[in-house]
């Protein structure tokens, strides 16, 4: 069974940073492209970020020069580095295996002054 847990979330004011990390348990980590999403109220869950098994990356438009995604395969963890935020970011950001239906409790991240 495939578990994410999602953490690292919080307040932060515009123009600040933040590090989301996404624990995954069960052996699809190590085969899978790995995307962060997130979902603001009122609208569709987007795709931030992707990045496949062997590093290859994919950012949405909005958040490019400013996001990072990496990965650590030995430790099954997938981490969102997130610079320069602004109030538009703000959502609740969750992780999740390429191509599954599998999703953890998502990390709530509010950019405000």
């Known amino acids: 069974q495939v578990q994410l847990v999602e953490s690292g979330g919080g307040l932060v004011q515009p123009g600040g940073s933040l590090r989301l990390s996404c624990a995954a348990s069960g052996s699809i980590f190590s085969i899978s492209a790995m995307g962060w999403y997130r979902q603001a109220p009122g609208k569709q869950r987007e795709l931030v970020a992707d990045?496949?098994?062997?590093?290859?990356?994919n950012y949405a438009d909005s958040v490019k020069g400013r996001f990072t995604i990496s990965r650590d395969n030995a430790e099954n963890t997938v981490c969102l580095q997130m610079n320069n935020l602004k109030p538009e970011d703000t959502a609740v950001y969750y992780c999740?295996?390429?191509?599954?239906?599998?999703w953890g409790q998502g990390t709530q991240v509010t950019v405000s002054s």
């Open positions: 990045i496949t098994s062997g590093g290859i990356t």
């Open positions: 999740n295996p390429k191509g599954t239906t599998h």
